[in-house]
């Protein structure tokens, strides 16, 4: 017997554009609010909540930046619909994190918090995609300012708004919460290929209630 058609939702590798995108050529920069100043010594990746020692994990930036690195090649999808194909992103895997500073057994959510107060809820097995990355470089560059740098998520499965820039670190939670646009009105789930744009489409069991 197969896995029911929800579960495999959005785990698959797909490629080409979701329904209702269109191209883009060249890459804009879309997001709410400045553009974060990166201050080298105070920036820290921190993996907090229920982790599995019950302690937080820090690293400072030299010690983030010196985690086993690798590279996926992963389409952008904006909920605004335009499409960004065949980027290839550098980091260090979600995956790699998550052995790092395991999370509790009975974790089902992450938080991804970023600069200004920014975040975004994953269910843990979204976060835990092999494909899941904390990205330090596109197309072998260094990402600019307006991009992430230093550090945004790429979760190539979901709408681009569930990979904050200027990412500073993930917490573990034992339900689901509502990130920062699943709050204002955005699916709390966010899988393109089945076109989860808007909180409205949400169906029992997608999200908590709002
Ligand atoms: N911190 C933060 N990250 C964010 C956002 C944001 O508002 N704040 N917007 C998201 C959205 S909606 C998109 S489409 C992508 C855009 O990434 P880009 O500007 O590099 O194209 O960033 C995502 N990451
Ligand atoms: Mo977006």
């Known amino acids: 017997m197969g896995q029911p058609e929800s579960r495999k939702r959005g785990t698959a590798e797909q490629s080409g554009l979701p329904p209702g995108q269109r191209l883009q050529r060249g890459w804009p920069v879309t997001h709410y609010g400045p553009v974060p100043k990166f201050k080298p010594d105070r920036w820290e990746f921190r993996v907090f909540g229920a982790t599995a020692d019950g302690d937080k994990h820090c690293w400072n930036h030299q010690e983030f930046s010196a ?3 690798s590279s996926v090649v992963a389409d952008l999808h904006c909920v605004t619909k335009f499409s960004m194909l065949g980027a290839e ?23 991804v918090w970023a600069e200004y107060g920014f975040s975004s809820n994953l269910r843990l097995a ?20 307006e991009h992430g740098f230093p550090l945004r998520l790429v979760v ?22 509502r990130g920062f646009w699943e709050e204002r009105g955005y699916h709390n789930i ?9 909180s409205y489409q949400e169906e029992p069991g997608d999200g908590p209630e709002l």
């Open 156 to 177: 190539p499965h979901l709408y681009a708004w569930k990979g904050p820039k200027w990412v500073r670190g993930i917490e573990y939670m034992t339900a689901d919460r």
């Open 67 to 69: 985690l086993a690195f």
């Open 89 to 111: 992103w550098g980091g260090i895997p979600a995956r790699e994190i998550m052995e790092l500073a395991p999370p509790a057994p009975h974790v089902t959510h992450v938080m």
């Open 190 to 198: 966010g899988d393109p290929w089945s076109e989860q744009r808007y």
């Open 126 to 145: 979204d976060f835990a995609s092999d494909r899941a990355l904390f990205a330090t470089h596109k197309d072998g560059e260094l990402l600019t300012a």
